[in-house]
């Protein structure tokens, strides 16, 4: 037996006065400095007032959020007991909101102990509604949330079919004020999401469906949300994009490049977008003798065609590449300033983390160590995967 799970979902134009239908006494909103500045708390903080709510903002959330942020963030839940907790920002200020709200819920845990094997009897005390202000992760449709540990050099992959959202609301003028390199890299992330989605072993009808659908969009709206931020209805497309593609990848599974993506951002702290975009190709690439209809349909998605379907597949991962490059994305670890020597210290590290993520697993192709040394290495020097 399989499910598939999904949040309520406000979408579009003015979607933002869905707050106005949640009903509550207090409420916690998990976000950052910048979302602050950009004047978005502000209006999440009024529309719930209005709603009768107190509000408490908690605004210290980091990039990659560590495991720190999130014991101070339920330290203060704790003094204000809310009954909805509000994930206002990109993945980390979402991912954060879903942390602290466990620990809230129940202190006798540790992060770690945020898995599918745990009962967490949440919502005792709180729900949550989770609000994306990029175009990225999805984290408000997922029941998953990754907490950085400082001490460990080492992301957490949390996952709990309790800590899905409630409600997520995708109004794109939130995901509108994203400068075009943040537009790229969490573009990245979207296409990633669904691509893993589709070629993972544990993809489905309902998963594929929303994969293929957030591609089409995502190859056709990214360029235009990149080259230009005040193109709505770009904007528009991706934010519904990116919350389509986290529905997929969470009813199904991530895969290689999100286990290599998150290795290398762990290790060199790197953004996930742009460590996950880096390695698109590559397991793409090492993913062909294996999944050659998916790459096609896929290809489809992306509006290639070719004579036959070996050409389809090797246009579409000649296609691939321009597409990261012409959004000024790296396409080598060599671009991203680390130096050959530094990065073959820490290549069994890389390796190791790689390879204990949750998603490798259900990859279509599975390395073993050896595979996946040898992928990083195509991936530092830009080289096209041959094996
Ligand atoms: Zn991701």
Known sequence: MWWFLAPRVAFGEEALDALETVKGSRAMVVTDQTIRRLGFVEEVVQRLRKNGMEVLVFDEVEPEPSKETVMRGAERA????????????????????????????????????????TELGLRRKARLVCIPTTSGTGSDATWAAVITSREEVFKAELASREILPDLSIVDPRLASKMPPSLTASTGMDVISHAVEAYLSQWSNPFSDALALQALRLAFRYLPRAHANGSDMEARDKMHVAATMAGMAFSNSQIGLIHAM???LGAVYHIPHGRTVGLFLPYGMEYAREVARERLVDIAWAAGLEAPSREETVERLLGWVREFVRGLGEPLSVRELGIGREDFEGRLEELVRKAMQSTGIFTSPRVPEDADCRRLFLYAYEGKRVDF
């Open 261 to 263: 993506g998150h290795s």
């Open 78 to 117: 704790r003094e204000f007991s809310p009954d909805w907790f509000v994930g206002l920002g990109g993945g980390s200020c979402m991912d954060a909101a879903k942390a602290i709200w466990v620990m809230y819920e129940r202190p006798d845990l540790r992060i770690e102990d945020i898995t599918p094997m």
